[in-house]
């Protein structure tokens, strides 16, 4: 019997998302692609902070500044797709009681408050707890909810420069440099994913919910340890290796005649394809080039004549030259101009945001669900919601009753 691929994997959970900036909007958007009921509580005075935010999208494209009403901050359009709002001011008995009869019908909350605000107002994982055993309460914060640095303020930036991040990025001569996108608070919004779909299987079992604790700072330091950096001043290398990978030599970017490429060995056979790829066949039998430990500690001397070579190439020859011998290799692709990709265009990874209020040809674009199934939908094509356009839908479908 043939599955249908017009299901979604998470159909039917129900989510109450208190999250703001991208952490936590990242694993929501994530839950709504999957099929969840994502339902977004924003607080009535201001909103979601990111819908005020530049840059701005509206009928006349891409803006800095707000020419209209209509004018929504681009990263509300691309976070909250797939979402559903609603508005509630937890500061007052009457909204947080509301909150919490809508939590006895929830699946999972998720929320990036700073640390014991959400006890605070009375709506943390305890009391919710008291009223539904079956919840999978999801926090995220910068640096856990435990431990003496637990209420310590957090934006991805700090948190690169707290776990260690920018100490390894840039050139070794250089100063420690953050990495270009907001790692930090993607990597915890998709590591608070896995955490609440591990939940959900378990409560299958169970019948009971769990608290799921979220440290940006855990989350970055947990994939930074696959390199031993513990051990770098004894092995008398360098933490930051600019564009180099430390385990493989050679392997850098390397400017060609018209751009730059990245490649490498990553293989004793790789080595040896450069080798004869740019002619320099002698390097094998080098005494500080023969073996990779040897390479590797010689890593600026191998470069630079590996450099000299793609300096002579124009970046298609090299591309050309790399994919006959083999060996890794890609161009510096400018990220603006990715999706004219055929690879990219193939794999559908990216789609035009969407305005609530009206259509745009051509919008900005945004990130699809990275995971394809053979037999389930995954889908953001709902625009982000307007404020509190669900409100009245929200209770009568999750309370059975009007406000």
Same mark, same amino acid.
């Given at each position: ?177 953050? &990495?270009?996108? +907001?790692?930090?608070?993607? !990597? @915890? ?6 955490? $609440?779909?591990?939940?959900? *299987? ?124 083999? &060996?890794?290799? +890609?161009?510096?692709?400018? !990220? @603006? ?6 690879? $990219?265009?193939?794999?559908? *990874? ?54």
């Amino acid at each position: 019997m043939e599955c249908d691929i017009s299901l979604r994997p998470l159909e039917d959970i129900k989510v109450l998302d208190l999250t703001r900036f991208l952490s936590g909007p990242q694993t929501t958007l994530f839950l709504a692609a999957l099929g969840a009921e994502v339902v977004k509580i924003d607080d009535p005075k201001t909103g979601d902070p990111v819908a005020a935010a530049p840059p701005f999208v509206g009928k006349n494209g891409v803006s800095m500044t707000r020419s209209s009403a209509s004018d929504v901050g681009l990263a509300f359009l691309k976070r909250a797709r797939g979402k559903k709002s609603i508005e509630l001011d937890l500061k007052t008995e009457v909204d947080k009681n509301l909150f919490l009869r809508l939590a006895v019908s929830a699946d999972v909350i998720v929320e990036n408050f700073r640390y014991g605000v959400t006890k605070r107002l009375g709506i943390d994982y305890e009391q919710v707890k008291k009223i539904n055993k079956k919840i999978i309460y999801c926090s995220i914060t910068g640096y856990g909810n435990t431990g003496p640095e637990k209420s310590k303020k957090a934006f991805d930036a700090t948190v690169q420069a707290a776990s260690g991040l920018m100490s390894v990025t840039g050139q070794p001569e250089g100063t420690p440099s953050k &990495i270009g996108s +907001s790692m930090a608070d993607t !990597i @915890a919004g998709t590591f608070a994913l896995s955490g $609440i779909l591990a939940s959900l *299987i378990q409560r299958n079992r169970t019948g009971i919910g769990d608290f799921i604790d979220v440290s940006m700072n855990d989350c970055l330091i947990s994939l930074l340890y696959d390199e031993a950096w513990d051990c770098f001043d004894e092995l008398g290398l360098e933490k930051r290796q600019g564009n180099r990978i430390m385990r493989f030599s050679p392997f850098n970017f390397y400017s060609a005649a018209d751009g730059g490429v990245v490649f490498g060995a990553a293989t004793e056979k790789d080595w040896l394809a450069i080798t004869e790829m740019i002619g320099r066949k002698e390097l094998r039998t080098s005494p500080i080039f023969g073996d990779l430990g040897n390479r590797i500690n010689n890593a600026n001397q191998i470069d630079h004549i590996v450099g000299e070579w793609a300096a002579k190439q124009k970046v298609s020859q090299i591309v050309q030259l790399c994919e006959e011998f083999e &060996i890794p290799c +890609s161009p510096v692709n400018d !990220i @603006a101009n990715i999706a004219k990709s055929l690879q $990219i265009q193939e794999r559908g *990874i990216l789609q035009k945001v969407q305005h609530p209020d009206f259509h745009l040809k051509d919008g900005p674009l945004a990130g699809n669900f990275p995971v394809k199934f053979s037999s389930a939908k995954t889908s953001l094509d709902q625009p982000a919601p307007t404020r509190n356009e669900h409100f009245e839908e929200i209770l009568q479908n999750w309370l059975n009753t009007k406000s």
